[in-house]
T-cell receptor, first 113, second 112 residues
């Protein structure tokens, strides 16, 4: 158990809908990262938050947004969903004080039908 | 920009050594990681190396870093069926709050 909790584990929704994925980082971790893993595209970095502020942005679509709350949990919002958004979405956290690794949650599998 | 590249597939015979290669572009990379993802699971850190090191050994795992060529490799000795997984190379620049960039992953399959 990495200590990073993601909910829900599975999500099935229709095209055009909006969903929210939630991530609770390890206790004390300040940095949260979101990644998308598709079958054919490996692991794509989406966005990083550090202590409530956006720190880095990767290949995140405009239809997607994220935030990190004062209690450090984070949410990834996906809107106007398309079939191609079906993927595993991973959250990772690190302590932001010099730790060398990021700890990953088990992921949320999103299926858009 | 930052980019990490890996070959997509590797097949080895059980008991042989596996060597998974990775190249990266960011010369400011300070930490280089190998993560393992088993089917249906999240990523788990296998090992990491600082950019001022050339080699790191941890039981069956050996990491080699050629900083000049920006080439990283992971050698798994005596490969077992339990080593079947996707292996991700990742880099991280200096600074505790910097982002981590992953390669596309190498799927390692083991032949009997």
């Amino acid at each position: 158990d990495s200590g990073v909790t993601q909910t829900p584990k599975h999500l099935i929704t229709a095209t055009g809908q909006r969903v929210t994925l939630r991530c609770s980082p390890r206790s004390g971790d300040l940095s949260v990262y979101w990644y998308q893993q598709s079958l054919d595209q490996g692991l794509q970095f989406l966005i990083q938050y550090y202590n409530g502020e956006e720190r880095a942005k990767g290949n995140i679509l405009e239809r997607f947004s994220a935030q990190q709350f004062p209690d450090l949990h984070s949410e990834l919002n996906l809107s106007s969903l398309e079939l191609g958004d079906s993927a595993l979405y991973f959250c990772a956290s690190s302590d932001g004080t010099g730790a060398t690794e990021a700890f990953f949650g088990q992921g949320t599998r999103l299926t858009v039908v | 920009g930052e980019d990490v590249e890996q070959s997509l597939f590797l097949s080895v015979r059980e008991g042989d050594s596996s060597v998974i290669n990775c190249t990266y572009t960011d010369s400011s990379s300070t930490y280089l990681y190998w993560y393992k993802q088993e089917p249906g699971a999240g990523l788990q850190l296998l090992t990491y190396i600082f950019s001022n090191m050339d080699m790191k050994q941890d039981q069956r795992l050996t990491v080699l870093l050629n900083k000049k060529d920006k080439h990283l490799s992971l050698r798994i000795a005596d490969t077992q069926t339990g080593d079947s997984a996707i292996y991700f190379c990742a880099e991280r620049a200096w600074g505790s709050a910097s982002k981590i960039i992953f390669g596309s992953g190498t799927r390692l399959s083991i032949r009997p």
